[in-house]
């Protein structure tokens, strides 16, 4: 297995993930609704990120576009988003990137049906495209942008459709929509063969999940400024039930996880998502080394 982390496209970035000791680095260029930026604003950072990449001996273990509304009412694929998802995976290649991380955002005027349809046939364009580039293609299972293809439900629906799809896994996001007794075991054995790649997030949570709340808030605020201080407030609300802490001193059971991914003889990808308000400046820091040296133990 290899341990990395998910930063910025900087080339400091790139050299503090050096500093501590690790393997690769994640860059998530996603769509600019969610905490991303045009593909314009991005490639011209390429020939420094390749630079610190030559000087560090770091590698770009992928690349992704995570949230990505690319489904158009017809059905098709959104000509400008697909442009966008090639400029993604393109970066991704020019950088020697062998992963690319995506989702497919649900479009709320087409049915399930036509949403599962449509997303089965765009998926098989992105695949081949990035398979083309060198690079094989997870989709994520977090619900950000309106992800839906994110448990055993669309799993067994659209994997067999999609040929070298796989499934990019983070415990936390399972977690959060069952609590302690959450289904991330039962997914990672049941479906832990087809894991392309997983990301290293701690999670703590009292209650029942309001994550699909907290999604809908983000949106009146962008979308309805004048409302966005109530959305917020509402979101702000639940701060003290839920956090992002470093793995190791959380909720999650990482040693059982990892044996089951040891059971499907898991040797791929490990990025360590630094993700929480709580865990900023000086004791964010502390809690990525905390959780690579916990996360090394259990690496065999």
């Known amino acids: 297995m290899k341990l990395g982390i998910i930063v910025r496209p900087e ?30 604003e991005i490639q011209p950072l390429l020939p420094e990120l390749k630079a610190a990449f030559e000087e ?43 992963h690319y991380l995506c989702s497919v955002g649900y479009n709320d005027n087409l049915t399930y ?17 990035a398979k083309e580039k060198g690079m ?29 799809l796989t499934i990019k896994y983070d415990p936390s996001h399972s977690f959060v929509h ?21 990301h290293i ?3 703590i949570q009292l209650g029942d999940s309001r994550e699909v709340y907290h999604w809908k808030d983000m949106d009146i605020a962008r979308e309805l400024p004048e409302y966005g201080p109530y959305a917020m407030a509402n979101r702000d609300a639940d701060g003290n039930l839920y956090d992002n802490p470093p793995a190791g001193i959380d909720s999650i059971n990482w040693r059982a996880f990892f044996a089951a991914l040891y059971q499907h003889h898991y040797d791929g990808y490990l990025s360590i998502e630094p993700h929480s308000p709580t865990w900023q400046g000086e004791l964010g820091e502390k809690g990525v080394k905390y959780t690579i040296k916990y996360i090394r133990d259990l690496m065999l």
């Open 113 to 129: 049906y036509g949403n599962i349809t449509a997303a089965i046939k765009a998926l098989r364009e992105i695949v081949a495209y």
């Open 56 to 98: 560090t001996g770091m590698e770009c273990g992928s690349v992704g576009r995570w949230a990505s509304q690319i489904i158009a009412d017809d059905g098709s694929m959104i000509e400008e988003e697909w442009n966008e998802v090639k400029a993604v995976i393109d970066f991704g290649a020019e950088l020697g990137a062998t």
């Open 201 to 203: 997030k701690g999670v």
């Open 178 to 198: 069952g609590g302690d007794k959450g289904a991330y075991l039962r997914e990672a054995m049941q479906w832990g063969d087809r894991f392309g790649y997983c």
């Open 11 to 40: 080339a400091d970035a790139i050299r503090h993930a050096k500093e501590l000791g690790l393997d690769f680095v994640e860059m998530d260029l996603n769509y600019p609704k969610w905490f991303g930026k045009p593909m314009a």
């Open 136 to 164: 094989t293609t997870s989709i994520v299972n977090c619900i950000m942008g309106n992800n839906y293809i994110r448990t055993p439900e669309q799993w067994k629906l659209v994997l067999d459709e999609v040929p070298g």
